[in-house]
């Protein structure tokens, strides 16, 4: 009979794609809410296309070989906090490491500040569909540079034996806990006088805590019945292996906070970067914009990519990477 519960077990793993699709639609859902009327006029009636396409970078990860290294920064191949071996500014950074060496540990605090600026120009331009590609897009860097684990090698647990920690901090314990016992209403959105500083800072919390994350999973392993650590819970008719609620509670609980307050941050920061990029880019009036309708071909390109991501699903192709 154990050999029949490794084998079960072995079948059902905690996929990890960046806060998990849950989270990431949570956050640019409540984003949209701390921003001002002059910017709610435009993001408040298409919310649920900024909560929908928040997963889209996760998607493209299947489809695209560059896509990955923006979701994350394995920023301990850098020597030891705070880091400074590793120049803040790209430029700088490629000079001395190269940029394929750079894509091979992660580049996500440099690709915010590059979706950044692409949502800048489009709110410049008035362009309506851009507005809200970018803006769904930037949501989900900014919040994926708020995970520990994004900021560490050891992404997935697998060099300590804790594989599948990656997808419990991320999904499971907001999926368990967002809705009935966390508070996302928060303070205004506010402008980002130095946006590269701040997601710089963002990513130096998460590696911070990164190795918190994985000790106190750790020490929770040892204390937790073996028996009663996972559970088989059903998903849309399909049975997959889970994290307990019981032990995702006292992880949770032995982390003081850290996944709601990093999911807050991520709200507050995602809602400051839209309102950086629409105060930058000359507050320009969102009532009438250009290009509002999404093209035949945008529409194409939405399709490809649900069809690529699916196909990954069912060709059973995990994403262990951060």
Known sequence: MKYLIALLL?????????WGFFAHKKINQYAVFLLPPEMMILFKPQIDFITEHAIDPDKRRYAVPDEGPRHYIDIDHYGVYPYDSLPRKWNDAVAKYSED??????????????MLYKLTDAFKEKNQTKILRYAAELGH??????????ASSNHNGQFTDQ???HGFWESRIPELLADTQWDFFIG??????????????????????ADSVLKLEKELSLQFPSDQKYA?????GITIRQYASAYSKKFDEMLSGMVERRMRQSIFAVASFWYTAWMNAGQPSLTHLS????SAEELKEFENLNNA????????REHEMP
């Open 10 to 18: 072995s079948l059902f793993s905690i996929h990890a794609f960046g």
């Open 101 to 114: 060496s750079l894509k091979q540990y992660g580049i996500v605090p440099w690709w915010v500040q590059t």
């Open 141 to 150: 860097y900014i919040a994926d540079a708020h995970v520990p684990l994004h």
């Open 163 to 165: 594989k599948g920690i």
């Open 188 to 209: 205004k959105a506010e402008h980002i006088k130095n946006p590269g500083a701040f997601i710089w800072s963002r990513v130096l919390e998460s590696a911070a805590a």
């Open 232 to 236: 088989f819970e059903d998903r849309n």
């Open 291 to 294: 290009n509002q309708e999404f």
């Open 309 to 316: 991501w699916k196909a990954g699903k069912q060709a059973g």
